[in-house]
């Protein structure tokens, strides 16, 4: 299965915008890049997911490499309520790779 | 309904005694799928079904666990003998269909816990 590297923590301050960075170098052309979180004592959630342009909802906005090895989710003013686990996830088609196969993600700590 | 509803929300049991798991999934979802999650690890793919048949059992622990998916609809996972090993969250999802161009939705999870 592609995997995805995102750093283990990061930290950022209350009404600011935050970056969460996602490494997957071997992605190949049919993957989808997927992300989700997960507060405390919560099932995941998902969040936004793309192929190749950038996408933008309700919750988020993601940003992809023009060469698809990397990404990032743009949370634009965080809120206390976005600390949370963030998982990047590719989707590929085919066997196990359809389904979501969580990693370790990154920590996301929100300081008022 | 509108979200994935799991029932139950806690579970207590002994070890050794066999315990069944609930999934209501959205309406018209035909993809469902079951992940456990142990205390502070990660979420680990059980098993995925397509209406009612599973063509990916592979994350299934052992043979005491099993799955079934009935009416393209519920879903209820069986753990039989079960072991304090087996204390985690189960969580379940389900998609409208199985394609990567779509998302999941989760439910609550039930919180098992072997004594």
């Known amino acids: 299965d592609a995997k995805t590297t995102q750093p283990n923590s990061m930290e950022s301050n209350e009404e600011e915008p935050v970056h969460l960075p996602c490494n997957h170098s071997t992605i190949s052309g049919t993957d989808y890049i997927h992300w989700y979180r997960q507060l405390p004592s919560q099932g995941p959630e998902y969040v936004i997911h793309?192929?190749?342009s950038n996408v933008n909802n309700r919750m988020a906005s993601l940003a992809i490499a023009e060469d698809r090895k990397s990404s990032t989710l743009i949370l634009h003013r965080a809120t206390l309520r976005d600390a949370a686990v963030y998982y990047c996830?590719?989707?590929?088609?085919?066997?196990?790779?359809?389904?979501?196969?969580f990693g370790k993600g990154t920590k996301l700590s929100v300081k008022p | 309904g509108a979200g994935v509803s799991q029932s139950p929300s806690n579970k207590v049991t002994e070890k050794g005694k066999d315990v069944e798991l609930r999934c209501d999934p959205i309406s018209g979802h035909t993809a469902l799928y079951w992940y456990r999650q142990s205390l502070g690890q990660g979420l680990e793919f059980l098993i995925y079904?397509?209406?009612?048949?599973?063509?990916?059992k592979s994350g299934l622990p052992s043979d005491r666990f099993s799955a079934e998916r009935t009416g393209g609809s519920v879903s209820t996972l069986t753990i039989q003998r079960t072991q304090q090993e087996d204390s985690a969250v189960y969580l379940c999802?389900?998609?409208?269909?199985?394609?990567?161009?779509?998302?999941?939705?989760f439910g609550s999870g039930t919180r098992l816990t072997v004594v």
């Open positions: 079904f397509q209406g009612n048949s599973a063509p990916d």
């Open positions: 999802a389900s998609s409208l269909v199985q394609s990567t161009n779509y998302g999941y939705t």
């Open positions: 996830i590719l989707r590929g088609v085919g066997g196990s790779q359809g389904n979501l196969i």
């Open positions: 793309g192929l190749t």
